[in-house]
């Protein structure tokens, strides 16, 4: 099993930027591939970023693609998303997850049923 903890969220203005952070803890973090998701109040949860377990493959909704970055550091167990230019239609709630790659199943990056494990969340919001 892993153990996610995210941080790094809060209030910030339009335009302004936020750095998340998901520390992992638990097996051998290259064991997951990692991705980031949001859910706005009202909203279903939905795909923001994901990057493969060497952060060789990076993903990015439409929404973000341009202002938000992801990255990992194997030797930290901690993924990141670098979020600038943000909009408040960003607000939300951010939730790490990893999939686990030695359970077998495809990674779908965007498809947040192909992930096993998730954080508890840390909250965005970005005021006009």
């Known amino acids: 099993q892993v153990q996610l903890v995210e941080s790094g969220g809060g209030l910030v203005q339009a335009g302004g930027s936020l750095r998340l952070s998901c520390a992992a803890s638990?097996?051998?973090?290259?064991?997951?591939?990692m991705g980031w998701f949001r859910q706005a109040p009202g909203k279903e949860r939905e795909f923001v970023a994901a990057?493969?377990?060497?952060?060789?493959?990076?993903d990015y909704a439409d929404s973000v693609k341009g202002r938000f970055t992801v990255s990992r550091v194997n030797s930290k167990n901690t993924v990141y998303v670098q979020m600038n230019s943000l909009k408040p239609e960003d607000t939300a709630v951010y939730y790490c997850?990893?999939?686990?790659?030695?359970?077998?199943?495809?990674?779908?990056?965007?498809?947040?049923?192909?992930?096993?494990?998730w954080g508890q969340g840390t909250q965005v919001t970005v005021s006009s």
């Open positions: 638990g097996r051998t973090f290259t064991r997951y591939n």
């Open positions: 990057c493969s377990w060497s952060g060789g493959i990076t």
């Open positions: 997850a990893a999939h686990d790659r030695g359970a077998g199943g495809s990674w779908y990056r965007r498809d947040e049923s192909r992930y096993d494990y």
